[in-house]
């Protein structure tokens, strides 16, 4: 089976920078991707990692640590419209791009 | 670019009503899904389909049905409701790995 493990709150002030923890445990690891949902919206794609190390896009980077089962998310510059929830999610052995969701954490970006 | 399309984005059923929820996507994907997501759980996936003709279970299917019609379209049915399954439904396609959502169809069964 599969388990994610996030924080369910983040409060960060605007300007600065946070870091949203995601561990898992999954029978075969294929990659672990990470989402942002608006309240009211739908979830839209971040970034992905399947090696480890850091991927770069923007304002958002995301680092993978295999042999620790562990990921981040982090964001810099903080934003208001930041203010949302993220999803870390790892894709299931299904040959079908199946992701299984962690429980998301939301992010409230403070003045 | 309308991307990922459902319908309807809002309903109210009664207890052992039944519906269907509709899904067309113009990426030519093939693979389509279908996520529920309820508060504090994060989306957990009903029925997905690796390509036309195909489809398979979840991790909570129980109460579903789906159908892939063709590569663009994939329905999702509750066949009698149960409060149980007050939910936003979510639909989502994909070719290489990247998910792609509809806005979601936010469904309460009274």
């Known amino acids: 089976g599969q388990s994610l493990e996030q924080p369910s709150e983040v409060t960060a002030v605007e300007g600065a920078i946070v870091q949203i923890n995601c561990t898992y445990q999954t029978s075969g690891f294929y990659g672990l991707s990470w989402y942002q949902q608006h309240d009211g919206g739908a979830p839209t794609f971040l970034s992905y990692n399947a090696l480890d190390g850091l991927e770069e896009t923007g304002r958002f980077s995301s680092f993978l640590s295999r042999s620790d089962s562990y990921g981040y998310l982090l964001l810099q510059e903080l934003q208001m419209k930041d203010s949302a929830s993220y999803f870390c999610a790892v894709r299931e052995p299904t040959g079908a791009n199946n992701l299984f969701f962690g429980t998301g954490t939301r992010l409230t970006v403070i003045p | 670019n309308a991307g990922v399309t459902q319908t309807p984005k809002f309903q109210v059923l009664k207890t052992g009503q039944s519906m269907t929820l509709q899904c067309a996507q113009d990426m030519n994907h093939n693979s389509m899904y279908w996520y529920r997501q309820d508060p504090g759980m994060g989306l957990r996936l009903i029925y997905y389909?690796?390509?036309?003709?195909?489809?398979d279970k979840g991790e909570v299917p129980n109460g579903y049905n789906v159908s892939r019609l063709n590569k663009r379209e994939f329905s999702l049915r509750l066949e009698s409701a149960a409060p149980s399954q007050t939910s936003v439904y979510f639909c989502a396609s994909s070719h290489t790995g990247e998910l792609f959502f509809g806005e979601g169809s936010r469904l309460t069964v009274l």
């Open positions: 389909s690796a390509s036309e003709g195909t489809t």
